[in-house]
């Protein structure tokens, strides 16, 4: 169960079998039925979750009320909304599963302990934090700077297989465009 | 001339004057007059650089071929690209000094040198990442998901002051709006 977690934590830091175990202590495992909501837009996120199997969508509402998709976890991906969690204010995001998942989840202060006690995590979560910056850097760039049709080929190559597994209105909605836009598009691309 | 950044850090970790003095050495003093290029798109970035006076726009072209601002940054802030760093991707990024300005530079090299041999900064990295994060995240959700009046006013809110100091093209280019539509905005809203 664990496997994936070591394996995704090795990519940053080299951990002992003891201290892997040391740093999974704290962690909570926890399933999610389809459609059940992790955390709700005006509540405050004080988790971390890493997804071992299954899919999350985390997505906010834009001003017009369309929900907006800010990225799909799947296996080995990360959940959490970082700004509720780092600054303790209501969270604008919402993270429901898409499908039967699993979930390792951690606390906000748990893992402020992990710190304390594992000096060795901070450099784990300050490479983590640096892919998620640049993955929200990306998406930034994506949105506002490319076309719909290159944001599909985006998707199509971020989340291999992952089309199939969603709606249509789920994959527009992280594309940012209708679902009638993206049957034109997929009828030209494919 | 390091005073601002020892504050800066100080938000982040403690550290005492000799460590401070350790940390400084490997940055380098840099100034860069008005319209100076500091990082164009294709080229690789290898540096951080901290912002002690003056102001830089970090702007990528989007396929309509419009300047789209990423972030000004001031007095205080940080210029790199992230992806480019990290990665060891040609940038997509472009950063630009809007003012004459005063840096102080680090390469990749000598930061990775620092987390060798001052592990306490993996923790000050970890911490500044994750406001990375925090902040890109916010620019998503403020440029997919609210109206150009309500970014306008993010904007006063996130700059005090630097809206006299930019032209109004300069703006509108970080807000993804026309200049004409700006216009309309301050009007309406003053």
């Not at 992790?38 to 299954?54: A, D, M, S, T």
């Not at 006690?117 to 490319?146: C, D, H, W, Y």
Request: hydrophobic residues 35%; charged residues 25%; neutral net charge.
């Amino acid at each position: 169960m664990s496997d994936l977690l070591y394996k995704n934590i090795s990519n940053s830091i080299n951990l002992s079998q003891e201290d892997f175990n040391h740093f999974m202590k704290p962690f909570e495992y926890r399933k999610f039925k389809k459609k059940e909501v992790v955390l709700k837009e005006g509540n405050y996120c004080n988790f971390e979750g890493f997804v071992l199997n299954g899919c999350f969508k985390i997505y906010y509402l834009n001003e017009n009320g369309f929900e907006q998709t800010l990225y799909f976890a799947v296996e080995g991906w990360w959940i959490t909304d970082i700004d509720s969690l780092i600054n303790n204010v209501p969270s604008i995001l919402n993270i429901e599963a898409l499908e039967d998942s699993e979930v390792l989840m951690i606390s906000k202060k748990d893992k402020e302990h992990l710190y304390e006690t594992m000096p060795q995590i901070e450099k784990l979560f300050r490479v983590m934090n640096q892919k998620s910056s640049v993955a929200l850097q990306r998406r930034i760039l994506s949105l506002t700077g490319k076309t719909a049709d290159k944001r599909y080929l985006e998707f199509l190559e971020k989340y291999p297989g992952l089309e199939q597994r969603l709606t249509q209105q789920q994959v527009a909605s992280y594309l940012g465009i209708t679902h009638e836009f993206l049957s034109k598009i997929r009828k030209k691309i494919l």
